[in-house]
């Protein structure tokens, strides 16, 4: 049996002004520290240790792993950041208010573009200044990488080859995996690992700073999971 943890970043200040972020790279707010170093906290308490972090390019999900590994005083592990485990891209809703945007829309429009899986939001242009071909750190994604719009089964398409090709292998070496992420690439692993259908995964909320704990069979069948506490 091998333990995977999955932690999503601690609150961004974005979260807290109810507003789209997507790819856009906005830093924890004073309560997302918190929550990040709190989950650290209790993974000590629970004697957890790591060999390999796996992480976005994105600070909210880079400086949560960080905060844990600090606690951990693991800071020295490998860690592995891909845009693979970014947020899913929101496209045009991206820095929009939420409640706002209920009203402008419509809470059911708003609803399928949050959590269904088959629904893209609206989609930028590539000379929109969100455009992540305008970001050094997209550099060398080709052009079919970088997205425009993104829905939920586009972001399980872009995670998956990553946790086939990176996590999956270093789980096989017997090492002991973090994974720090965001609420639309951990939903997409997640209903890839518990094989949930597309209306299971509409309901799956991941709550942030808390880490979540999958208890794995040889093949990477889940036995169990859990939220520690
Ligand atoms: O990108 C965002 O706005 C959030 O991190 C996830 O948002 P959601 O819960 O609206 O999908």
Redesign the pocket.
Same mark, same amino acid.
């Given at each position: 049996m091998q333990k995977l943890v999955l932690i999503r970043h601690g609150e961004?200040i974005? $979260?807290k002004e109810n507003?789209? !972020? +997507?790819w !856009?790279d906005v830093d924890l707010s004073e309560e997302g520290y918190r929550q990040a170093k709190k989950a650290g906290e209790l993974l000590k308490k629970h004697d957890y240790n790591f060999d390999a972090g796996f992480t976005s390019v994105l600070k909210r999900a880079i400086k949560t792993l960080h905060c844990v590994l600090e606690e951990l005083d693991h800071l020295w592990i490998p860690e592995e950041k891909s845009w693979r485990l970014n947020? %899913?891209f929101?496209g045009a809703?991206?820095g929009l208010n939420?409640t706002e945007t209920i009203a402008q829309y419509g809470e059911e429009q708003v609803k399928k573009w949050? %959590?269904d899986p088959n629904e893209h939001p609206p989609a930028i242009t590539k000379d929109d200044e969100r455009y992540p071909g305008h970001d050094l750190r997209y550099q060398h994604l080709t052009a079919r990488e970088l997205p425009l719009t993104e829905n939920l089964s586009e972001t399980m398409d872009r995670v998956l080859p990553f946790w086939h090709e990176k996590i999956m292998p270093t789980m096989r070496l017997n090492q002991k995996v973090i994974i720090a992420a965001? +609420? $639309?690439s951990l939903?997409a692993l997640v209903k890839y690992i518990d094989h949930l259908s597309d209306e299971e995964v509409t309901n799956l909320?991941i709550p942030t700073g808390i880490p979540l704990v999958y208890e794995l069979d040889d093949q990477f069948n889940r036995i169990r999971h859990y939220y520690l506490e």
């Open positions: 961004s974005w $979260n507003r789209f !972020t +997507g !856009t947020e %899913r929101y809703l991206q939420k949050r %959590r965001h +609420g $639309n939903r909320e």
